[in-house]
């Protein structure tokens, strides 16, 4: 597809489709640059007051501002004990499906190894 019409290419009327990285930092905001996020991705969620629900750049700053300590590597560096104990369990269970031949829905292992791991970043003197 690249090699017929180029490096970027609409795919539909809302969509791209880019061959390279070289042209992410111009379509998404970074190094100082403000640009508001697409009402259409967000509303999906219908979580219009959390900070990815979030479309007006200046507020998305001040709502994942206070999410930001959660997410420093100090934190992630803290918790990665329980990640790799959790990861070793959620590969073994892609194991066991593996060597049953039964199909696995993919989406609902990600959401659950996520719901296993969130309440240790909110909640990390509690959870275990």
Same mark, same amino acid.
């Given at each position: ?6 490096l970027i290419v ?43 629900g979030t479309t $007006?750049?200046? @507020? ?5 501002? %206070?999410?930001?300590? /959660? ?7 803290? =918790?990665q004990p329980v ?15 593996? $060597?049953?031949? @039964? ?5 609902? %292992?990600?959401?659950? /190894? ?7 970043? =909110? ?6």
């Amino acid at each position: 597809m690249h090699n017929k019409y180029g490096l970027i290419v609409r795919i539909n009327p809302d969509e791209l489709h880019i061959e390279t990285p070289d042209f992410y930092d111009k379509l998404y905001a970074s190094g100082g640059k403000k640009r508001d996020k697409w009402v259409r991705f967000v509303s999906q969620f219908d979580l219009p007051f959390s900070a990815f629900g979030t479309t $007006d750049h200046n @507020k998305h700053r001040i709502r994942r501002a %206070a999410l930001s300590p /959660f997410f420093s590597q100090a934190a992630v560096r803290r =918790l990665q004990p329980v990640i790799d104990e959790r990861l070793d369990t959620f590969l073994g269970r892609v194991a066991d499906y593996q $060597d049953s031949g @039964k199909p696995m829905t993919i989406n609902v %292992a990600f959401a659950a /190894f996520t719901a296993g791991n969130y309440p240790n970043y =909110l909640f990390p003197s509690v959870a275990s």
